[in-house]
C-alpha cells in the first residue's frame, strides 16, 4: 500500500519561495508522481509529473519556469520547488502516486490517471 504524507506548505508573499514535500512509501521503483493543487471553488488541477524511473518531468503552463519537481530516491521523497510564487497559486497541494504505464503523456496531469494521494498541505501567497 502506497502512502504519501506532504510536508512544507504554509503563508508567503508574492514573490517568494516555497518547497513542499512529500514522503512516499510502499511503492515500486518505477512509480510516477505528480503535484496538484486546489484552489477554493475550482477544481483540482495538475501542475508538474515526474517519472521517478526515467527523470522526465512535466509542468503545467501556469507554473513553467517558476515550479521544479524534483525527487531524492534514497530518501524516498518528492519534491516541489516553488519559485516567484502568485497569489494565484494559493491552494491546497497535494501529491499522487501511480505504478508508471503507457502513455504516461496522456495521463500524467489527469487526476484519473492516479490512484494514490496525500493528505493535502496548504500555500497561500499574499500580495
Known amino acids: 500500500q502506497v502512502q504519501l504524507v506532504e510536508s512544507g506548505g504554509g503563508s508567503v508573499q508574492a514573490g517568494g519561495s516555497l518547497r513542499l514535500s512529500c514522503a512516499a512509501s510502499g511503492y515500486a521503483s518505477r512509480t510516477c508522481m505528480a503535484w496538484f493543487r486546489q484552489a477554493p471553488g475550482k477544481e483540482r488541477e495538475g501542475v508538474a509529473a515526474i517519472d521517478t524511473g526515467s527523470g522526465s518531468t512535466d509542468y503545467a503552463d501556469s507554473v513553467k519556469g517558476r515550479f521544479t519537481i524534483s525527487q531524492d530516491k534514497a530518501k524516498n521523497t518528492l519534491y516541489l520547488q516553488m519559485d516567484s510564487l502568485k497569489p494565484e497559486d494559493t491552494a491546497i497541494y497535494y501529491c499522487?502516486?501511480?505504478?508508471?504505464?503507457?502513455?504516461?503523456?496522456?495521463?500524467?496531469?489527469?487526476?484519473?490517471?492516479?490512484?494514490?494521494w496525500g493528505q493535502g498541505t496548504q500555500v497561500t501567497v499574499s500580495s
Open positions: 499522487a502516486a501511480e505504478p508508471c504505464r503507457a502513455l504516461w503523456f496522456v495521463w500524467r496531469m489527469r487526476i484519473t490517471g492516479y490512484r494514490y
